[in-house]
């Protein structure tokens, strides 16, 4: 199945609903959609009086219908169009939202929305060349290694972010000062502007001008640090007891926090305006993380919650049915190369995951035990790790499927939150309350390029 675009093809339909339309003929002066060829997906257009839609859909010759996979803009606030009687108009065009653009980077605010640049990361990771650069993607399990730390504490840190110079900055949780780890692996800490000592920042998020701003958990304000490494506070609109846990850059660059405990949303657009937004579903310890999938949908990880809920492009908030629910289910979650968002398992028995059309299935995994994993980070040869919280052994889910686990040097009882990949392919797991750093080295061909590992497609809580 190829995704084909083709000059001036034009038809109508009279279908109605959400379903997969019936094409006529060709409109007079224009190509039907028959050279798109049987099973090929493409951009389309549908046109009726006041209701629209566009997206990618799959061509069938037989019956000449058009299916409607995936919805990037409509008349019905991004959803599908549960469309009416009359003739509407179904063409071929290529969308905005599919703009070219390249390898994603992390300074790239639309690349959330743009396919094309999805689908080069994809093939980069898939194939271990970017930019006619070869990237190690030979290396099947990894070297994994322990190092020192300046600051070691209890239930220290929770996530992290790779910052634009290369730096890797530890999310303060209870700690009392910054940590990082420089590109060139030297650790150091730094002055807070606020700390409580009660878990009060759980994950960070690098902003499209270079800032990172730590995620609220139960801070009442929030606090950042800016390119050139001055720390500073600002004012929230909500704030509550482990509030949010993780967050995610959209693609028009708002930060979203997800919610933990919140019963609302709280984001920070590019400009720094913080807002709210309402829920469709709130509870207690509902989310833990949250991915950006590539047509710009934001995915909250359900830890307590019974259903998924995500928050579309162009701010939609709606929610879907999970195959497979407990409590403190996943934590965190990762994006494929395929385009797969996974959850990570915390005390799931199954591995869950959501297909890039929002299939929700599960699958097995080799190693399960309560409060294993936290976190996951997607290596350059397209394996996902699984970030080992009180696990025992590392375990990961290769680009093919194929669920295995491997030797870790450092495990102890809520070791590390979160992990990230940084230029040189390697992975760093965040030290919660480990009295000493890991990593795992998964690329000892040429290094990676930061624009690769700063996409915010990569690197999630």
């Known amino acids: 199945m190829a995704l084909v675009l083709k000059n001036r093809v034009k038809t109508t339909t009279t279908s109605i609903g959400t379903g997969a339309v019936t094409l006529s003929s060709a409109v007079t002066g224009y190509q039907d959609f028959s050279v798109i060829g049987d099973g090929n997906q493409t951009y389309y257009v549908i046109r009726g009086s006041t209701e629209w839609e566009v997206g990618k859909g799959t061509y069938t010759s037989s019956g ?19 469309f009416s009687g009359g003739i509407k108009d179904v063409l071929c065009a290529y969308p905005s939202i599919a703009s070219a653009g390249g390898v994603p980077y992390g300074d790239d605010s639309a690349v959330g929305t743009d396919l094309s640049g999805w689908q080069a990361f994809s093939t980069a ?7 006619g650069q070869t990237f190690g993607n030979n290396n099947t399990n990894g070297v994994v290694s322990t190092y020192s730390l300046v600051y070691t504490a209890a239930s220290a840190y929770v996530g992290g972010v790779l910052a634009p110079n290369g730096d890797i900055h530890f999310a303060p949780f209870a700690a009392d000062r910054g940590q990082k780890i420089s590109a060139t692996g030297v650790v150091s800490t730094y002055s807070l502007v606020y700390t409580s000592g009660s878990g009060d920042y759980s994950g960070g998020i690098l902003a499209a001008n270079g800032d990172i701003h730590f995620v609220p ?13 001055v720390v500073s506070t600002y004012s929230l609109v909500y704030t509550a007891g482990d509030a949010y846990w993780g967050g995610v850059l959209a693609s028009n660059g708002d930060i979203h926090f997800v919610p933990h405990n919140a019963n609302r949303g709280q984001k920070i657009s590019a400009a720094g305006v913080v807002s709210t937004y309402s829920l469709i579903y709130a509870a207690v310890g509902a989310y833990r993380g949250g991915v950006l999938a590539p047509n710009g949908d934001i995915y909250f990880v359900p830890q307590e919650a019974n259903r998924g809920q995500k928050v579309s492009a162009t701010g939609v908030v709606s929610t879907y049915s999970l195959v497979y629910t407990a409590s403190t289910a996943y934590s965190g979650g990762v994006l494929a190369s395929n385009g797969d968002i996974h959850f990570v398992p915390q005390d799931a028995v199954v591995g869950q995951k959501v297909s890039i059309t929002g299939v929700v299935s599960t699958y097995s995994l080799v190693y399960t035990n309560g409060g294993a994993y936290s976190g996951g980070v997607l290596a350059p040869n397209g394996d996902i790790h699984f970030v080992p ?20 040097v450092y495990t102890a009882g809520s070791a590390f939150q979160s992990g990230i990949l940084n230029s040189s392919g390697e992975i760093y797991f965040i030290p919660f309350s480990a009295n000493r750093g890991q990593k795992i080295f998964t690329n000892p061909g040429a290094p990676l390029g930061p624009g690769i590992c700063l996409s915010p497609f990569l690197n999630k809580f």
């Open 389 to 408: 919280r009180s696990a025992a052994v590392g375990q990961k889910v290769s680009a093919s499927g194929v669920v295995s686990t491997y030797s870790l």
């Open 64 to 82: 000449s219908s058009l299916s409607r996979d995936v919805v990037f803009g409509s008349s019905n606030s991004g959803e599908l169009v549960n």
């Open 217 to 229: 958990m139960s801070a009442n304000r929030g606090q950042k640090i800016n390119a050139s490494g």
């Open 125 to 131: 990771l898939n194939n271990g060349v970017v930019g």
